[in-house]
C-alpha cells in the first residue's frame, strides 16, 4: 500500500514515528545527493542531511500543506546548507578546495554496460563536472543541482527558494552560462562527453534483452 | 531578433519553457547562425553533464543514525508550540505575525543552545534534556535480540570462509564456480547444528525484508544493492543499539547465506556472472599509508579507490577488475603480511530477473505514458500518481541492474591496513 506524503505527514503529526521514517525513506537519497552535490564531500553531506530531516521533524506540526510535503522540505534542505556555506565563509576556514572529497565515492550511471576503462574515464569526468559545479557562486550551484541533478521544475524551485519564475529563469541561464564557460576551459571534458554519450547510444544495455 | 537576445533564449529553450513563437524564432536563429548554434551546443552539453552525474546514495548506516536521532528527540506534537514557531520563521509566511519577544526569545535560546553544543545541532541538547532514557529502556531487549543474530552472523561467515578459500582466487572460469559450487554442497566440516542457525538465521530475515520494502517486485534488487555497502565485521553495529540498526545490518548477511545456497545449484550451470568481494588485511608500515598509493596502485590494474577509511581503524574499498584481481592480491602479499577472505556469489540469475523485471516496467511506463497523452483531461493525476511510482521502482532497479554489473566487472576489496 502506498500512502501518500500528506498521509504520512498527518500520521507524523499524530506521532508516528514509523510514518516519518517512511518519509526519510523516500526523500533521504534525494537530500543526501542534494547537500553532497552542494558540499562536495560525504562527511558534510551526512551532517547537513541530517540536519535537515531533524529540523523538519521539529517543524512538521507548522507545516499546513500548503506546498507539496517536498518542496518544503527542498526549502528547509536549501536553508540548512547555505547556513551552513554561509557560516563557514564567515569563519573563512575551509575553502572548497579542501572540502571535496579525493575519490568521490559515486555510483555508476545506471546504464551499467561499460568497459572497465569507460568507468575510469567516466568517474575522472565526473569528478571534473563536479570541480566546475563547486567553482559556480552558491546561488548557481545550488539552482543547479536542483534543476539538472534533482529535475525539479522552476515553479518547484521558485517555491522552494522563495523566488519568482523570472528570477529562477535568469538564474538558471546564466549559472549554465558560466558553467559551460567553466566546462570549455577544462578543454576536453566537452569532447569526451560527447564521446561517451555517442557510445553510450550504442550499446545501450538493455537492447541485449528486447 | 539580435544573438544576443536569442542566447538569452537558449537556457529555457532548453528547458521547453519558451512560447511557441519564440522557439520558432529560436529554431530558425540557430539553424541560421552558426556561432548561435555552437553556442547552443555547449550550453546543451554541459547541461547534459551534470544531468549526467550519477546519483549520489547516502551511507548505509545514515537512516539508522538518523532515526536514534529521532527517536530522542520528543515527539513533534509535544514540542509543537515552540518548534512551530521556528518553523513558521522558517517558511516566513506569518514570521511577521509573530510577537517580537517571542522572537527575542526564541534567538536567545538558540543562539545560547548553538553554542553550548558543540555542531550547533539542537537534537544533541535535546538528549541531554533527558528524552534520550526512553531510548535506553527500548535498547534492552533489542540487545537480546542482536547478539542471536550476530551469532548467526558469525556463523554464516564461517560458512563463507569455508566456501572460497584464499588460494582460490580464480573466479571467472566454470571450473572454480563449480568447485565452489560443490564445495558448499557437500561440506561434511560444517557441524548440522550450526548449519540449522544460520538457515534459521536466514529463514528470519525474510520478514525484515518483507517488512520495509512495499515495492514489492523491486525488492530483490534493492536487497542485491544494499548488500553492497554492508560493512565490513566490528564497524556495523556496536551495543546498545536500536533494532532498526539490527534490521539493516545483519540482514544483508543473513540473506546472503541464503542467496548463496540457493544459487549453488544455478552456479554450477551457468557460473560466468559472479560478484566477488574480498576483505584483506595487511600489515604494513605507516609512512605508505597514503591515498596516493592506493589509488596509484589500484590504477595501475585499471581500477580505483571507491571510498577512504572514514575513521581511523576504518578501511579502504577499492575496486579492481575481476581480471586483475588476482594480480593485485598477490601485489598486496608481496607488500606485507596480509590475510585474504574472498567470496563470491554468481549473480547471472539476479541480473537476468533484475533486468526482465524492469524492462517490464519500462514497457509500463510507455503504455501510462502513451496513455497520459490519448486521454489527457480524464483522471491526470492518478495517472501521474501510478506513474510517479513507477518511476520510483525503476530507479531502484535501475540502480540495482548497475549495482549488480559494476559488481561483475569489478571486484570489491576491502582494506585493513595494520
Request: proline fraction near 3%.
Amino acid at each position: 500500500m502506498h500512502l501518500t506524503d500528506e498521509v504520512l505527514v498527518q500520521k507524523t503529526k499524530n506521532g508516528d514515528l514509523d510514518a516519518f521514517d517512511e518519509l526519510v525513506r523516500r526523500y533521504e537519497g534525494k537530500i543526501y545527493g542534494l547537500a553532497y552535490r552542494f558540499m562536495g564531500n560525504h562527511a558534510d553531506a551526512s551532517d547537513l542531511a541530517q540536519d535537515t530531516f531533524i529540523r523538519v521533524y521539529q517543524a512538521l506540526t507548522g507545516f499546513r500543506g500548503d506546498a507539496a510535503f517536498s518542496t518544503w522540505l527542498y526549502r528547509i534542505a536549501t536553508n540548512v546548507c547555505r547556513d551552513e556555506l554561509r557560516k563557514r565563509h564567515r569563519r573563512r576556514s575551509v575553502s572548497m578546495d579542501e572540502m571535496i572529497d579525493l575519490s568521490p565515492a559515486n555510483m555508476p550511471a545506471a546504464d551499467g554496460s561499460y568497459s572497465p576503462e569507460e568507468i575510469v574515464q567516466r568517474r575522472e569526468m565526473q569528478r571534473q563536472v563536479q570541480l566546475c559545479l563547486n567553482e559556480l557562486s552558491d546561488d548557481h550551484r545550488l539552482i543547479l543541482i536542483m534543476r539538472e541533478i534533482q529535475g525539479l521544475s522552476y515553479e518547484e524551485i521558485a517555491t522552494a527558494l522563495q523566488c519568482s519564475m523570472g528570477t529562477v529563469k535568469s538564474r538558471i541561464s546564466r549559472a549554465r552560462s558560466t558553467l559551460k564557460d567553466r566546462m570549455s576551459k577544462q578543454g576536453e571534458l566537452l569532447a569526451v562527453t560527447e564521446r561517451l554519450n555517442t557510445e553510450r547510444g550504442k550499446n545501450n544495455a538493455m537492447s541485449r534483452h528486447l | 531578433m539580435q544573438c544576443r537576445d536569442i542566447c538569452e533564449m537558449l537556457s529555457p529553450y532548453i528547458d521547453g519553457m519558451l512560447e511557441s513563437s519564440q522557439v520558432v524564432q529560436v529554431e530558425e536563429h540557430i539553424a541560421g547562425c552558426a556561432s548561435c548554434r555552437l553556442e547552443y551546443e555547449k550550453l546543451r552539453a554541459a547541461v547534459e553533464m551534470v544531468r549526467g552525474l550519477p546519483e549520489v546514495l547516502p551511507p548505509v548506516e545514515f537512516h539508522d543514525n538518523l532515526r536514534r536521532k529521532l527517536q530522542s528527540l520528543p515527539k513533534p506534537s509535544v514540542a509543537g508550540r515552540q518548534t512551530s514557531l521556528i518553523c513558521r520563521l522558517a517558511w516566513g509566511k506569518w514570521s511577521k505575525t509573530l510577537a517580537v519577544a517571542a522572537v527575542l526569545f526564541l534567538s536567545v535560546c538558540i543562539t545560547t543552545l548553538w553554542y553550548d553544543t558543540h555542531n550547533g545541532l539542537l537534537p544533541d541538547v535535546a538528549q541531554q534534556y533527558g528524552s534520550s532514557q526512553s531510548v535506553a529502556d527500548r535498547g534492552e531487549p533489542g540487545d537480546d535480540k542482536a547478539v542471536v543474530n550476530e551469532q548467526a552472523q558469525e556463523t554464516a561467515r564461517e560458512q563463507n570462509m569455508l566456501e572460497v578459500k584464499p588460494n582460490e582466487l580464480s573466479n571467472s572460469s566454470n571450473k572454480a564456480a563449480q568447485e565452489t559450487g560443490q564445495k558448499v554442497l557437500s561440506t561434511p566440516s560444517v557441524p548440522t547444528p550450526e548449519k540449522q542457525l544460520a538457515l534459521r538465521g536466514a529463514g528470519d530475515a525474510p520478514a525484515f525484508v518483507v517488512g520495509d520494502s512495499n515495492l514489492g517486485s523491486a525488492a530483490g534488487g534493492e536487497k542485491q544493492m544494499s548488500g553492497d555497502y554492508v560493512q565490513p565485521e566490528g564497524q556495523s553495529t556496536g551495543g546498545g543499539e536500536s533494532f532498526f540498526t539490527m534490521m539493516a545490518a545483519p540482514r544483508e548477511d543473513l540473506q546472503d547465506t541464503a542467496s548463496q545456497v540457493e544459487n549453488n545449484d544455478v552456479q554450477t550451470n551457468k557460473g560466468f556472472s559472479q560478484d566477488s568481494d574480498y576483505t584483506a588485511t595487511l600489515m604494513l608500515s605507516p609512512q605508505t599509508n597514503t591515498i596516493a598509493d592506493w589509488s596509484a596502485t589500484a590504477g595501475r590494474y585499471g581500477g580505483f579507490v571507491e571510498a577512504e577509511p572514514q575513521q581511523t581503524g576504518g578501511y579502504w574499498m577499492l575496486r579492481i577488475p575481476t581480471g586483475s584481481v588476482d594480480g593485485f592480491l598477490v601485489e598486496l602479499t608481496n607488500l606485507g603480511q596480509a590475510e585474504i577472505q574472498s567470496n563470491t556469489r554468481g549473480v547471472a540469475v539476479d541480473l537476468q530477473q533484475a533486468e526482465e523485471q524492469l524492462n517490464l516496467l519500462r514497457e509500463q511506463e510507455n503504455a501510462l505514458v502513451a496513455q497520459q497523452r490519448n486521454e489527457q483531461v480524464v483522471s491526470e493525476t492518478a495517472v501521474d500518481g501510478e506513474l510517479a511510482a513507477l518511476r520510483q521502482q525503476i530507479t531502484l532497479l535501475e540502480r540495482a541492474v548497475a549495482d549488480l554489473q559494476m559488481n561483475i566487472t569489478f571486484a570489491k576489496i576491502n582494506l585493513y591496513i595494520k
